[in-house]
């Protein structure tokens, strides 16, 4: 199957409709194939769609119906993804703007609808200023603005622009361990403590940074490893979609592999209903 025939008669989803743009883009980029064994190894809710610099890339389905059911375009982090894009069209949005902020050209054309050339130019913003504004955002730039605000002293700021990425990437737990760490950094007391939960309440597999200090400002006791999530994947009290979710927790912060899991969790998103995420994670299509 294609991609496209993946989402639409695996998953059951509809397909982001510049699917092809991705790919055409990526190709004129380098990206290489993957073969099975691979993209085995890999996180189970992504759609590995090659090797980009020698980074797996990808497009993230999260397996429950709700707003971020949209696929969000992802990059392999070691056991964890990094965000790249909150959907196909705002990746292609960026990355058209700092090529045309570059002077680069496009080997492959974006939709208007996306991105036109000269764009960046009109606004009269700098790039990093486009993408704020004008872009929807990104994480690595976000991170940026934090890390000047705090070089420059103003903390204030800093917390702000932390908070905003978070309401911007909800279900990302990277913005909510900036604001943990500029906290830790003030000494903020109980604040330090609610912000590193805050953290804990999300995906591991969402947070790039180190997970350590942040289990231990929300009361974790050493040695700080990935058995009390392993625990609770197990817990016959808890929903089917909720061990499924620890279990990819367990294995981020280091129990066991994604090929390791792979079976259980598509039976445990068998047993929640959620249609064609077992089939989509047994890799039935390759």
């Known amino acids: 199957m294609?991609?496209?025939?993946v989402i639409e008669n695996v998953l059951k989803r509809k397909a982001p409709d510049n699917l092809e743009v991705l790919?055409?883009?990526?190709?004129?980029?380098?990206?290489?194939?993957?073969?099975?064994?691979e993209v085995d190894q890999q996180m189970p809710l992504v759609q590995w769609l090659g090797r980009l610099q020698h980074s797996a890339v990808g497009l993230l389905h999260w397996p429950t119906p709700d707003e971020l059911t949209r696929p969000q375009v992802v990059r392999s982090h070691?056991?964890?993804?990094?965000?790249?894009?909150?959907?196909?069209?705002?990746?292609?949005?960026?990355?058209?703007?700092?090529?045309?902020?570059?002077?680069?050209?496009f080997a492959v054309k974006p939709p208007e609808s996306v991105y036109s050339e000269g764009d960046l130019a009109v606004s009269g913003l700098p790039l990093a200023a486009w993408i704020l504004l004008k872009g929807g955002g990104d994480l690595a730039t976000y991170g940026a603005l934090v890390r000047r605000h705090m070089n420059k002293g103003?903390?204030?700021?800093?917390?702000?622009s932390a908070e905003r990425a978070a309401s911007r990437f909800a279900g990302w737990a990277e913005p909510l361990a900036w604001r943990f760490e500029l906290l830790a950094t003030m000494k903020a007391g109980r604040e330090v403590h609610d912000a590193a939960v805050a953290v804990m309440g999300l995906p591991i597999w969402t947070l790039r940074g180190e997970f350590a200090p942040v289990a231990r400002a929300a009361g974790w006791q050493d040695p700080i490893d990935g058995s009390p999530y392993a625990r609770?994947?197990?817990?016959?009290?808890?929903?089917p979609a909720d061990r499924a979710a620890h279990l990819m927790d367990a294995v981020a912060v280091g129990e066991e592999s994604w090929s390791d899991i792979?079976?259980?969790?598509?039976?445990?998103?068998?047993?929640?209903?959620?249609?064609?995420?077992?089939?989509?994670i047994r890799l039935e299509h390759l």
């Open 232 to 239: 609770l994947a197990v817990d016959p009290e808890r929903l």
């Open 262 to 280: 792979r079976g259980r969790l598509a039976a445990l998103y068998d047993e929640a209903g959620l249609e064609g995420v077992g089939d989509f």
């Open 2 to 5: 294609n991609p496209r025939e």
């Open 78 to 105: 070691g056991r964890r993804l990094e965000l790249l894009g909150s959907s196909v069209d705002h990746y292609l949005a960026l990355q058209a703007a700092t090529r045309d902020a570059q002077g680069e050209g």
């Open 154 to 160: 103003d903390t204030t700021a800093a917390l702000v």
């Open 23 to 37: 790919l055409d883009w990526w190709k004129a980029e380098g990206l290489q194939p993957m073969e099975r064994w």
